[in-house]
């Protein structure tokens, strides 16, 4: 039962099928336009997640955290100390304060670079520049020069931008930034610090509301640029090889070596938020669902997906907004606490933990006790990254007041200048140790490729990649040797390599799944996918669509397992109509 306060509530459900009996009662009935002329209403839905919609839309209408928010007076003073002190943290771990204002203030998403700076895309404009006002929102990069925990370096790299809602460093000089409705490259050419020279990458990006911007940029082990934009957000993005349309939801990769723009998957809410695992798979939160952990394959679709006859459901059903995402990983975590993943209740002032575990073609998941918590009003994590030091960032948007739809843009009791950045570590474990990547051969580079941290083995990745637009043959010959010495733990690597180079995975190479572990068929499946359509991006796929249902059925061929046949019918899904049905046969 809901019990609905609002005199305007309007539902149209037409999906015959199923019935779900919902009994509503209005506690302003001689003002509400039912849907039919008895408080008891029968919904008829086509799948019991129509009926999940239909439940959130009445729920909408039950006082909130909006309406707490507009009666909101008690509002303690910014006090980093004090906040500290009433926060409380999970046994074995402890707490410091890594950065807060002036060197920083509004945080919106963070990522470390190879040297181990931490860069912030920061913004006091949002929600809603003045008019008059200049925007000179900035993206700022910090260091903890003396390895004590407390950021000690403070540089701004940009400034002038108009709410930046993503930044993504791919070295120590240069980064992804989203611009509201541009995707811009910038470079500092000179050493000093700051960006002298900015590219346009895509433009184009919707701009109907301010956070849900495209946002949450993260570079893939596959070497493509992962960002999301959210339901009110329309795009249509000009690129080489067409125009590229995105209404709603959804997950972007870019492939900076071609250029190619390409939707991943569609829907989610206000998905701020998305992480790859060690093998490889994609994990969404929705910082406006309802659902947890999302896992992400291509093509999925997911609620509000504009269009969608029906969709996916999230892990953990019936578990709040949540707001960025991170695996902990490495040795200075606690064992237990390895494979995890972190987000935050941003609502709720909670830092979040959650495991998951394969089952059939998907996952389950389970909260697990709070990180962080506390009764601080201001206190609004928002982002999570994992340190050079192996240590848990969190960024604090620090902000009593949250969401931009129901307090007035201009209203006093928003926060544009405060913002924190905390550290959770584990006195009792040592430190991660923090390789210097430029200095390291390639054969010590695909070591790290096996390093127990997950950035560690992105930022070896990354450097890889450079080496290999020096000698392309030097770095391909050390990957297959290096490959060849354990082929059922490091094909997926060496098949990543390949989409880099914009090289196909050749036929001799699938022989790798023999040895490989079932658990990473299906991220090899989508490799050699891939990998095969980026050799001609400017073929339609129904050109490619023959060899590749054969490619299909190779590599199908007595490998019963689900995770593997749902990767096979994405890609089935992919080809000419008239060929599907003969690549899963």
Not at 196 to 218: A, N, P
Not at 326 to 342: K, Y
Request: charged share 20%.
């Amino acid at each position: 039962q809901i019990r609905v306060n609002t005199r305007h509530v309007r539902v149209k459900l037409a999906q015959p099928h199923a019935a779900f009996l919902v009994h509503v009662q209005y506690t302003t009935w001689d003002a509400f336009t039912p849907l039919h002329t008895s408080p008891r209403c029968l919904v008829s839905v086509r799948q019991p997640s129509i009926l999940v919609t239909f439940l959130t839309i009445l729920a909408t209408a039950i006082p909130s955290d909006s309406q707490a928010q507009r009666n909101l007076t008690d509002i303690p003073k910014p006090d980093t100390a004090a906040e500290l002190e009433a926060m409380q943290v999970d046994d074995g771990a402890a707490l410091n304060l890594f950065a807060s204002d002036p060197d920083i203030s509004k945080p919106i998403q963070m990522n470390f670079d190879s040297t181990g700076g931490l860069w912030v895309a920061s913004s006091e404009v949002y929600p809603q520049i003045k008019p008059g006002e200049i925007a000179n929102d900035k993206i700022i990069v910090l260091r903890d020069t003396d390895g004590d925990g407390v950021a000690d370096k403070r540089t701004v790299f940009t400034d002038g931008l108009l709410i930046p809602t993503g930044v993504a460093p791919d070295s120590p000089d240069s980064a992804y930034v989203v611009d509201s409705t541009r995707l811009l490259y910038l470079q500092d050419t000179d050493g000093d610090g700051r960006a002298d020279k900015k590219r346009v990458v895509l433009s184009g990006f919707g701009t109907e509301d301010t956070h849900h911007l495209v946002h949450t940029l993260r570079i893939g082990p596959d070497g493509c640029l992962y960002f999301n934009q959210s339901i009110y957000i329309h795009s249509h993005v000009i690129t080489p090889y067409g125009t590229r349309h995105l209404d709603g939801g959804g997950i972007w990769r870019y492939r900076p070596s071609t250029g190619q723009l390409e939707v991943v998957s569609k829907g989610l809410v206000n998905s701020w938020g998305h992480v790859f695992d060690a093998s490889g798979e994609s994990f969404a939160t929705d910082g406006a669902g309802s659902m947890g952990l999302n896992y992400i394959f291509p093509d999925s679709v997911f609620v509000t997906s504009p269009g969608a006859k029906r969709w996916l459901n999230g892990l953990n059903p019936g578990s709040p907004k949540h707001c960025g995402l991170e695996i902990l990983s490495g040795t200075h975590v606690p064992p237990a606490w390895v494979g995890d993943f972190v987000t935050n209740d941003f609502r709720s002032h909670r830092v979040c933990r959650f495991t998951t575990q394969p089952n059939g073609s998907s996952y389950i998941s389970r909260q697990q006790p709070e990180i962080i918590t506390t009764q601080r009003v201001a206190f609004r994590p928002i982002d999570a990254a994992m340190g050079p030091d192996g240590a848990l960032y969190i960024a604090d948007w620090y902000n009593p007041i949250i969401q931009h739809g129901e307090v007035d843009f201009r209203d006093q009791r928003r926060d544009r200048t405060h913002g924190r950045v905390w550290r959770v570590s584990f006195p009792e474990r040592a430190p991660d140790p923090w390789p210097d990547f430029a200095a390291q051969d390639v054969n010590s580079l695909l070591e790290l490729l096996r390093d127990p941290a997950l950035p560690v083995r992105q930022f070896a990745r990354e450097e890889l990649w450079k080496r290999a637009d020096q000698n392309q043959a030097k770095v391909l010959a050390a990957y297959q040797a290096w490959t060849a010495k354990d082929p059922g733990d490091r094909a997926l690597e060496l098949f990543w390599f390949h989409e880099v180079l914009g090289m196909p995975v050749t036929d001799p190479m699938l022989s790798m799944f023999d040895a490989a572990d079932p658990a990473v068929w299906r991220t090899m499946l989508r490799s050699v996918w891939r990998s095969r359509l980026n050799e001609s991006p400017e073929k339609p796929k129904a050109a490619l669509s023959l060899p590749l249902a054969g490619l299909l059925k190779r590599i199908l061929v007595n490998r019963n397992d689900p995770r593997l046949l749902l990767e096979a019918v994405v890609c089935a899904g992919q080809l000419d109509a008239s060929i599907s049905p003969q690549a899963l046969s």
